[in-house]
């Protein structure tokens, strides 16, 4: 008997976080979550997401201020009746916290294949010399 490979995983209940995610079990007041990786590269904070299914035009919106990334994406169920769906649709949205030194005049988006790419400019780094501050008395 053959039996399926197992797969490894850091936590001990993976499915645990599938259902939270479960709009059932859920709590979310402002909407579904929205799924991002995120890294820098040429000098830039590259922020991906997953977003099938939406209409960048029409759907998406990204707005920058206070050194916050917001994604606001809202996806309208068709018309059809299926007799089981597992798809989520309503109001998507996530905000991230930018690094210090994004460059938030520099920020540049795409869309392909269901994932949202944006781009921040980076300014360059300057490593700050710390000093000793004094306690007064």
């Given at each position: 008997?053959?039996?399926?490979?197992?797969?490894?995983?850091?936590?001990?209940?993976?499915?645990?976080?599938?259902?939270?995610?479960?709009?059932?079990?859920?709590?979310?007041?402002?909407?579904?979550?929205?799924?991002?990786?995120?890294y820098?590269?040429?000098?830039?904070?590259?922020?991906?997401?997953?977003?099938?299914?939406?209409?960048?035009d029409?759907?998406?919106?990204?707005?920058?201020?206070?050194?916050?990334?917001?994604?606001?994406?809202?996806?309208?169920?068709k018309?059809?009746?299926?007799?089981?769906?597992?798809?989520?649709?309503?109001?998507?949205?996530?905000?991230?916290?930018?690094?210090?030194?994004?460059?938030?005049?520099?920020?540049?988006?795409?869309?392909?294949?269901?994932?949202?790419?944006?781009?921040?400019?980076?300014?360059?780094?300057?490593?700050?010399?710390?000093?000793?501050?004094?306690?007064?008395?």
């Amino acid at each position: 008997m053959n039996l399926p490979e197992r797969r490894e995983s850091r936590f001990p209940f993976p499915e645990v976080f599938d259902w939270i995610e479960h709009p059932m079990f859920g709590f979310r007041p402002f909407g579904q979550i929205v799924r991002i990786e995120d890294y820098v590269a040429e000098g830039r904070y590259v922020l991906r997401a997953e977003l099938p299914g939406l209409d960048p035009d029409k759907d998406v919106e990204i707005t920058v201020g206070g050194g916050v990334l917001h994604i606001r994406a809202e996806k309208s169920r068709k018309v059809t009746e299926p007799h089981r769906s597992e798809f989520s649709y309503g109001s998507l949205s996530r905000s991230v916290t930018l690094p210090a030194t994004a460059k938030t005049d520099d920020v540049k988006a795409t869309y392909e294949g269901g994932v949202l790419e944006i781009s921040i400019g980076l300014a360059e780094d300057k490593k700050a010399e710390g000093r000793r501050i004094a306690i007064e008395h």
